[in-house]
């Protein structure tokens, strides 16, 4: 929204009036149109970053977005609530080549409502010759790299001003 257009980590300030501190994500600015917040990377590597963890971890997020991470649910769900993204799921495969879906009308629920997820949907499983890709049935696809990202659904003129200088969020300066 502010023109960028080279890819790499990013600030953001989730649209609440918590007033709560930056996240750094990972934009994605070249892919279909670009625009693309990356908030799943994960890849085959020597050492991998342990998806093994607790609900407060995938709550609050872990990792750099400079290499694997994954957001956190928390900050899907503020991100999403509000307004419909479009998540696409890109995957590199062991023989060079890539693949990718993408699904409109995605929101991650709140942490009241278990956030999201299906039950065979795993890309944080450990990669062990695959992962499992699939919400309707247990299909591993063997991976070497796999991505998950969001755009909003609708992205025209109208949905990119967005002014939050007539709120005053209880933060110490009303112009944030």
């Known amino acids: 929204m502010a023109g960028s257009t080279d890819s790499g980590v990013y600030e953001i300030y989730l649209f609440t009036c918590t007033c709560t501190k930056p996240v750094l994500v990972w934009y994605d600015m070249e892919t279909d149109s670009g625009g693309w917040t990356v ?26 977005p400079y290499s694997e991470y994954y957001l956190g649910n928390e900050v899907l769900h503020q991100m999403t609530y509000s ?23 995605f929101k991650v629920d709140s942490e009241y409502n278990r956030y999201y997820g299906c039950q065979y949907f795993v890309p944080t499983a450990r990669f062990n010759g695959g992962i499992l890709l699939s919400c309707t049935d247990v299909h ?8 998950l990202k969001l755009q909003p659904a609708i992205c025209d003129t109208s949905f990119k001003t967005i002014n939050l200088k007539d709120r005053n969020c209880g933060c110490a300066d009303p112009e944030r």
């Open 39 to 64: 908030f799943l990377n994960r890849q085959q590597q020597d050492i991998q970053l342990d998806f093994n963890l607790t609900w407060d971890h995938y709550k609050a997020g872990f990792g750099s």
């Open 83 to 105: 307004r419909f993204y479009t998540i696409r799921l890109e995957v590199d495969l062991p023989s060079g080549g890539y693949d990718f879906t993408t699904y409109q009308y």
């Open 140 to 147: 591993n696809i063997e991976v070497t790299q796999v991505q």
